[in-house]
């Protein structure tokens, strides 16, 4: 079935498809990460940094050289677009359950861009250490990075979260190329109101401290394709195990990286009405105050259930 399937040949799924996430079909249940709030729906009790994530859009690619460029098939990607401020990001996440625990498999096809920079400033020739040479272009060292990640709960509310960011750039726009994971939980609304963490507008949601981020690769370039507004897509492939808490492994195009002795760092405290939540997300974050944008052509889940 899946070799006389198009939309499916291109995956290379677990025994049992979960969900299968067609953009041009709309938005399929990927909607925007917002904060929690009160018990009076005041919005203005959610956290500063949560409060602006933007929701993600179907896109069919347009860019101002080229026009339309469709998705890998199909008119409509879904579209991850940060605003062009420092540390602004941009979240779709995907709310499901478990039936039971076991491996899990998120695949996409995916591509990353800088917003394209006009005018005539000989100073728009070069950033972040990359000056136009005719190959490589300044814009490739204006995107930050992209996240995809789990938010997992289960065993009476024992929560955490499974990460991947590919770091394309340092907080100081250099590049850097690799995939990192970080070492601490994410920060909760309930850490916040608790008052035991306090993040502000620009901050990273899903760690803070640049510290805390550590090398799970050596650097990995891409194919960003020299200018922002060519497109090419990426395969991404990555196995967790729900019965284990672990990563298993992420698989890039042609490598693949082994992830089982990357740590998933557990929340201390115990979390209510999450019992068997199965979140995904996918993130983008500008370093550079250049929008930034992370385009999905589509998302498909298996388990081994």
Same mark, same amino acid.
């Given at each position: 079935?899946?070799?006389?399937?198009?939309?499916?040949?291109?995956?290379?799924?677990?025994?049992?498809?979960?969900?299968?996430?067609?953009?041009?079909?709309?938005?399929?249940?990927?909607?925007?990460?917002?904060?929690?709030?009160?018990?009076n729906g005041d919005l203005s009790t959610v956290d500063d940094h949560m409060r602006d994530f933007r929701p993600p859009q179907v896109s069919n690619c347009t860019f101002f050289d080229t026009?339309?460029?469709?998705?890998?098939?199909?008119?409509?990607?879904?579209?991850?677009?940060?605003?062009?401020?420092?540390?602004?990001?941009?979240?779709?996440?995907?709310?499901?359950?478990?039936?039971?625990?076991?491996?899990?498999?998120?695949?996409?096809?995916?591509?990353?861009?800088?917003?394209?920079?006009?005018?005539?400033?000989?100073?728009?020739?070069?950033?972040?250490g990359v000056t136009w040479d005719g190959n490589l272009h300044p814009s490739e060292a204006q995107f930050g990075a992209f996240t995809v990640a789990t938010d997992i709960c289960g065993d009476?509310?024992?929560?955490?979260?499974?990460?991947?960011?590919?770091?394309?750039?340092?907080?100081?726009?250099?590049?850097?190329?690799?995939?990192?994971?970080?070492?601490?939980?994410?920060?909760?609304?309930?850490?916040?109101?608790?008052?035991?963490?306090?993040?502000?507008?620009?901050?990273?949601?899903?760690?803070?401290?640049?510290?805390?981020?550590?090398?799970?690769?050596?650097?990995?370039?891409?194919?960003?394709?020299?200018v922002p507004t060519k497109v090419n897509w990426h395969y991404l492939r990555w196995l967790i195990d729900t019965d284990a808490r672990r990563n298993v492994e992420l698989q890039i195009n042609?490598?693949?990286?082994?992830?089982?002795?990357?740590?998933?760092? *557990?929340?201390?405290?115990?979390?209510?009405?999450?019992?068997?939540?199965?979140?995904?997300?996918?993130? *983008?974050?500008?370093?550079?105050?250049?929008?930034?944008?992370?385009?999905?052509?589509?998302?498909? *889940?298996? *388990?081994?259930?």
């Open positions: 079935m899946l070799a006389a399937d198009p939309a499916l040949s291109r995956f290379d799924p677990l025994p049992r498809i979960l969900t299968y996430d067609n953009f041009d079909h709309g938005t399929n249940g990927w909607t925007e990460l917002i904060g929690n709030y009160d018990g026009g339309t460029h469709g998705a890998l098939t199909g008119d409509y990607a879904l579209k991850l677009a940060t605003r062009p401020y420092v540390g602004h990001t941009a979240v779709a996440i995907r709310r499901l359950t478990m039936a039971r625990k076991g491996l899990v498999q998120l695949e996409t096809h995916f591509t990353y861009k800088a917003e394209a920079t006009l005018g005539t400033d000989a100073a728009n020739n070069s950033f972040g009476g509310g024992l929560r955490y979260h499974t990460v991947m960011r590919y770091r394309n750039t340092t907080v100081d726009n250099k590049l850097d190329q690799r995939w990192v994971y970080p070492v601490v939980p994410e920060p909760t609304p309930r850490e916040h109101l608790q008052g035991r963490v306090k993040l502000g507008y620009g901050d990273d949601f899903t760690a803070p401290d640049p510290n805390d981020w550590h090398p799970a690769s050596e650097p990995m370039a891409m194919c960003y394709n020299e042609d490598t693949t990286l082994d992830l089982r002795e990357v740590p998933v760092p *557990v929340y201390t405290d115990r979390y209510d009405s999450l019992e068997n939540l199965l979140n995904f997300y996918f993130s *983008v974050r500008t370093h550079s105050g250049v929008r930034n944008f992370l385009y999905l052509d589509s998302v498909l *889940v298996s *388990v081994d259930w």
